[in-house]
């Protein structure tokens, strides 16, 4: 069983930064992709960012070139350094593990991810103008 702990939520002013951090535990696949997801009230769940296993990434459009995830996996840890941030990324973050075994459409594509396999509790990211 798959355990994630997120950790680094925060209020920052418009242009700060914060590094969200997310330790996983339990038998996470070779082949699976970890990701982050955010959920702002009343708003539907957005994906942020995804890593596969070989190290491929993929964003949403709106925090390209400002946000980046990348892994340590001898630290069994997941990362997202958020720069620029806006008013707009005000959100609760979570930290998530996918498959390929799912039946729907992958979340980040073209990474084949398309199952949520563990869901880590959250940090809240509060972000003012």
């Known amino acids: 069983q798959v355990q994630l702990v997120e950790s680094g939520g925060g209020s920052v002013q418009s242009g700060g930064s914060l590094r969200l951090s997310c330790v996983t535990s339990?038998?996470?696949?070779?082949?699976?992709?970890m990701a982050w997801f955010r959920q702002a009230p009343g708003k539907e769940r957005e994906g942020v960012a995804a890593?596969?296993?070989?190290?491929?990434?993929r964003y949403a459009d709106s925090v390209l070139g400002r946000f980046t995830i990348s892994q340590v996996n001898a630290e069994k840890t997941l990362y997202l350094q958020m720069d620029s941030l806006k008013p707009e990324d005000t959100a609760m973050y979570h930290c998530a593990f996918l498959t390929t075994y799912g039946s729907g459409d992958a979340y980040f594509p073209p990474l084949g991810c398309n199952a949520l396999n563990a869901w880590g509790q959250g940090t809240q990211v509060t972000v003012s103008s």
């Open positions: 339990g038998d996470i696949e070779r082949w699976g992709c």
């Open positions: 890593i596969d296993s070989a190290g491929i990434t």
